[in-house]
């Protein structure tokens, strides 16, 4: 069988695997397919830490359930739910887009910020830096006020809000690099990336290059 990349989504929404999916699969440049594991137990948007939490369960099981013909697994939610146990149990590599993208906006000692919807996961975030080696390098977690959900279902709303983090991380808090925070945020992350002299960086393609050593 075809060794494939695995792209876990630990929302249950099959939308956000779809386009998630299509994110990496563009990322990859035909390297490697990318297939897509949903979750089945979670809300469609993961927006608390309380539901952070209780996706690591079954993000390991789908990791496991999954993983044997695949060449390395993503988790897809920016608060990286499971990631280790799951990386204590698999014998291929396991990636988190917010651990990934962490590092790469870190790479070679840039200060960086993360722009985001969900002020509900802001200091599982922030922990995330920690975990990933680069907590002095993180000026701070920026988030839009209005619901994230309601958010996510108007396009141009969700982008206005997200280009006025970014531009406080920039302006108020000094970043040189700043992470668009949420594996359903990918689409908005990459619009974003034109619009900013400063390096926006989406956390997917960040995953997935991890991976494949790029």
Do not use: W, Y
């Not at 440049?29 to 209780?54: D, F, N, W, Y």
């Not at 840039?110 to 390098?137: E, H, N, S, W, Y």
């Not at 959900?149 to 302006?171: K, P, Q, T, Y």
């Amino acid at each position: 069988m075809i060794r494939h990349l695995l792209l876990i989504n630990p929302n249950s929404s099959l939308a956000t695997s779809a386009m998630m999916q299509s994110i990496a699969q563009d990322a990859a440049k035909g390297k490697v397919a990318v297939a897509v594991a949903t979750a089945t137990r979670a809300p469609p948007m993961i927006v608390t830490e309380e539901a952070l939490a209780a996706a690591a369960e079954e993000v390991v099981e789908i990791g496991l359930r999954h993983g044997a013909n695949c060449a390395g697994i993503i988790v897809g939610a920016f608060g990286d739910p499971g990631l280790e146990a799951l990386r204590e149990r698999a014998s291929i590599p396991v990636a988190g887009i917010c651990e990934a993208s962490m590092r790469e906006a870190a790479r070679g000692g840039r200060r960086f910020g993360v722009a985001t919807t969900t002020p509900g996961l802001k200091d599982a975030i922030m922990r995330r830096a920690q975990d990933a080696g680069v907590p002095d390098l993180l000026t701070g977690v920026r988030c839009s006020v209005a619901d994230p959900v309601a958010l996510l279902g108007d396009e141009a709303a969700l982008f206005r809000a997200l280009a006025d983090e970014v531009r406080s991380c920039v302006e108020a808090d000094g970043a040189q690099a700043v992470i668009i925070g949420g594996g359903p945020l990918g689409r908005a992350a990459e619009k974003l990336q034109t619009e900013f002299p400063t390096p926006v960086i989406a956390p997917i393609p960040c995953a997935v290059a991890s991976l494949l050593g790029q």
